[in-house]
C-alpha cells in the first residue's frame, strides 16, 4: 500500500513531523538499537512467539561499544606493522613531514592516516636511455629511434644521432623521495642536457672516432655533478655510448667521405715510407759526394804541390846542365808516349820501307790462349795445337822484335832523330 493511498494512515516519513512536539524519546531510541545488535549478533524472538528479551541494558551497551572500539583500535595500531625487504629503506612520514628512514625488517609505525610509509629499492639497478627506447635488456640494437633526443649539433656545425644509456641506483632514499619531484624524468633530462653540452663542444670526426670513452667520461662527470647540486640522492653507475653515427638522410655521403680519408690517410703514410726510404739515400749519396769531392780536392792540391816541387828541382837542375837536362826531358816524354801504344814501326835503314807490326792483335790472342785452362788446351785437334804452336812463335818473335827496336829507338833519339 503506498504511503499517500486512503486508509494508508500516512505512514510516509514526512506525515506527521509538524505534530511532533519534542525530542525523540531516548529509551526508544536505545531500544531500536539493542534490536539492531541483536541481529547482527545472531539474536531474535523467542520461540514462544513473545517479544524478543532485552539483551543490553543502557549501561551493557555503552560497555559492548567500548569493547568493539577497542578491538578496532587494537586493529589499526596493528596495521602499522610493515616489513621492509632486503635492499629496500623505507621513508617514513608524519603527515607528509619526514620522520625517519628504516632498513629492512619488521617495523612499526602510526598507521595512517598520520604516518605513512614508501618503500625505496636503493640496490637495484635502474636505466635510462637518450635517443632511442628499447623492449629488452637496454639495447640499442632493434630499438626505436627519438630523433628529438638522439640529434644533436657538433662544434663544427654537424648533425650526429647518439644513443645513449644510463645506469644508476638509489644512495639516498630521502633526498629521491622529498628533493626531486619526478626523479626520473628529472634524470632523463639532465643527462640529455649534459650530452649535449659535451657533442656540442667537440668536433664530428672526436665523437664518431677516437673520442667516444671521453665523451663517456665527461658525460657522466657532468650528469653527477648535477644530481649531487640537486641533492637528488641518485648514484650515476655507468654510461654506455651506444652509438654515434651521422643522421640517416646523411649516410651514403658520410661513407663516401669517411672512405676519402681512409685514402688520404693512407696515400699520407706511403708517401711516408717512401720519403723515409728515399732521404736517407739521397743523404748518404750527397755525403758520398762531398766526401769525394773533398778527397778529390786533396788530391788535386797534393799533385799540384808535388808538381810544383818537381818542376822547381827540375829548373833548378835546368839551369845547371841546360843540354843534358833537356835530352833526359824528351826521352823520358817520348818513352811515355810510347809506352802506350801496341803498334810498332820498325824504319829499316837506307832503305824506304818501314815494317808495320801489329802487336795489339797478337798481345790479344797471345793472352787468350794463356787464359785457356789445361785440360781445354790438351784435348783440342792436332790442326789447333800446331795454331797455338805458330801464335806463340809469333808472340816471342814480337816480344824480342819489341826488345830489340825500342833501343834501336832510343838510339835514335839519343842522336837527335826526331826533336
Not at 543502557?58 to 559492548?64: I, P, Q
Request: aromatic fraction near 6%.
Amino acid at each position: 500500500m503506498s504511503w499517500n493511498e486512503p486508509g494508508g494512515d500516512k505512514k510516509d516519513p514526512w506525515s506527521g513531523r509538524g505534530d511532533q512536539k519534542g525530542p525523540p524519546d531516548l529509551d526508544e531510541a536505545i531500544r531500536t538499537l539493542q534490536e539492531k545488535l541483536s541481529n547482527i549478533f545472531g539474536g531474535g524472538k523467542s520461540g514462544g512467539g513473545g517479544e524478543s528479551p532485552q539483551i543490553f541494558s543502557s549501561g551493557n551497551a555503552m560497555k559492548n561499544m567500548g569493547y568493539i572500539a577497542g578491538g578496532l583500535f587494537a586493529v589499526w595500531l596493528l596495521s602499522g606493522l610493515y616489513i621492509i625487504d632486503e635492499g629496500f629503506q623505507g621513508v617514513e612520514t608524519r603527515f607528509g613531514q619526514y620522520i625517519g628512514t628504516t632498513n629492512s625488517g619488521l617495523n612499526w609505525h602510526i598507521p595512517v592516516p598520520i604516518e605513512t610509509v614508501e618503500k625505496i629499492n636503493v640496490k637495484e639497478q635502474q636505466f635510462i636511455e637518450i635517443g632511442y627506447r628499447s623492449s629488452a635488456g637496454g639495447q640499442a640494437q632493434g630499438s626505436v629511434p627519438v630523433p628529438k633526443e638522439a640529434l644533436m649539433l657538433t662544434k663544427d656545425e654537424n648533425y650526429i644521432d647518439v644513443k645513449l644509456a644510463v645506469q644508476y641506483q638509489v644512495k639516498d632514499a630521502k633526498d629521491y623521495v622529498f628533493n626531486l619531484a619526478d626523479p626520473k624524468s628529472t634524470l632523463v633530462q639532465v643527462t640529455e642536457s649534459a650530452l649535449r653540452g659535451v657533442v656540442g663542444g667537440s668536433n664530428m670526426d672526436f665523437v664518431l672516432t677516437e673520442g667516444r670513452s671521453e665523451v663517456v667520461a665527461q658525460t657522466k662527470s657532468e650528469i653527477q655533478k648535477t644530481l649531487d647540486a640537486y641533492n637528488s640522492g641518485i648514484q650515476i653507475s655507468s654510461v654506455n655510448l651506444q652509438d654515434a653515427q651521422p643522421p640517416e638522410q646523411v649516410q651514403n655521403s658520410f661513407e663516401d667521405a669517411i672512405k676519402a680519408r681512409e685514402d688520404q690517410q693512407r696515400f699520407i703514410n706511403e708517401a711516408e715510407a717512401y720519403s723515409n726510404d728515399v732521404v736517407p739515400k739521397a743523404r748518404g749519396a750527397a755525403a758520398r759526394k762531398i766526401q769525394e769531392a773533398q778527397g778529390y780536392k786533396e788530391q788535386v792540391i797534393a799533385q799540384a804541390e808535388g808538381e810544383t816541387s818537381r818542376f822547381t828541382k827540375l829548373l833548378n837542375e835546368y839551369k845547371k846542365a841546360p843540354d843534358v837536362t833537356r835530352k833526359r826531358l824528351y826521352l823520358e816524354a817520348m818513352e811515355s808516349v810510347l809506352s802506350e801504344t801496341s803498334s810498332v814501326i820498325v824504319d829499316v835503314k837506307g832503305g824506304n820501307n818501314m815494317m808495320y807490326l801489329p802487336l795489339d792483335k797478337m798481345i790479344k790472342e797471345h793472352q787468350a790462349v794463356v787464359a785457356q785452362p789445361e785440360e781445354n788446351i790438351s784435348s783440342q785437334s792436332s790442326s789447333s795445337s800446331s795454331e797455338r804452336h805458330s801464335i806463340k812463335r809469333s808472340s816471342v818473335d814480337v816480344e824480342q822484335t819489341q826488345v830489340i827496336d825500342r833501343p834501336s829507338v832510343r838510339g835514335r833519339d839519343r842522336d837527335g832523330r826526331g826533336r
